[in-house]
């Protein structure tokens, strides 16, 4: 059993390296002369204005949210497949059960990721740039959660929302930054299973979550209070659900398996 799952924490070892050494494609090559451009033009009160949003998202759907969340998908259901598929993997460890694990945090992903497409193309052929702030940040919530459960975590005390902001930063950095803020996410979700306090301020952490967000947003965000043009918003709803999908993913799967061993 410990060397099937050492062998597997190797593998995802192997996929947050990559994550972590990623190069731009094509597309962000192309892409980010035209965002440059856009973001040297933002004034100084529109980045402001999109940092407060992002904040006060964050406050309010972890204040009173979460519970219209989980009206998106069967919380007992994913929590139930996850309990199985645990039992099974005390009982039989091997590719097929490690697999199965990965089902519904997989699917959340591909759904999340397609739905903010839609919802960012929507509203950005309409000229809503700012509006739909809310629904990004319960999209970007919901694909956390969702995964989460997957992999038999819950996201509701303090120290676990701590530790979401903590993904959704270190997913959306680049270069030393997001190296840094990678062994920060491990040291958290360390002192999290060990039953040590964090000394964390969860305020802090969503001022740090929203600056990155809002930063990783800003050019697309402008555009898209544009009518038609701003459709271009979609694609950076799916890339940043992606990244933090992908990411998540190795994290909590790596935080599961490093508990079973």
Avoid: W
Avoid at 197 to 205: I, P
Wanted: with cysteine; net charge positive; aromatic share 8%.
């Amino acid at each position: 059993m410990k060397k099937i799952i050492n062998d597997h924490l190797d593998k995802l070892e192997k996929k947050e390296r990559k994550i972590l050494n990623s190069k731009k494609n094509m597309l962000d090559e192309k892409l980010e002369p035209f965002m440059e451009k856009v973001e040297s033009k933002v004034p100084e009160n529109v980045k402001s204005t999109l940092n407060a949003a992002f904040c006060k998202s964050f406050q309010l759907v972890f204040k009173n949210g979460t519970k219209y969340i989980e009206k998106l998908y069967n919380k007992v259901k994913i929590q139930s497949e996850h309990n199985m598929n645990d039992f099974k993997l005390n009982t039989s460890v091997n590719r097929k059960t490690l697999k199965k694990l990965d089902k519904h945090a997989e699917k959340a992903s591909i759904i999340n990721s397609s739905i903010s497409v839609i919802e960012g193309a929507g509203l950005g052929f309409l000229g809503m740039g700012l509006p739909d702030i809310p629904l990004f940040t319960a999209m970007i919530l919901k694909t956390i959660y969702e995964i989460s459960l997957s992999y038999g975590f819950v996201y509701d005390l303090d120290d676990e929302k701590i530790y979401i902001l903590n993904i959704i930063c270190a997913s959306l950095s680049k270069g030393e930054k997001q190296r840094i803020l990678n062994e920060r996410v491990d040291e958290i979700s360390a002192k999290i299973d060990n039953h040590i306090l964090l000394d964390n301020k969860l305020e802090e952490e969503i001022s740090r979550a929203s600056k990155i967000l809002s930063d990783s947003m800003l050019a697309s965000k402008f555009v898209q209070g544009i009518p038609v043009v701003g459709a271009v918003g979609s694609f950076t709803n799916y890339k940043i659900i992606n990244k933090i999908s992908k990411y998540s993913t190795i994290k909590y799967k790596k935080r599961y398996l490093n508990n079973k061993k």
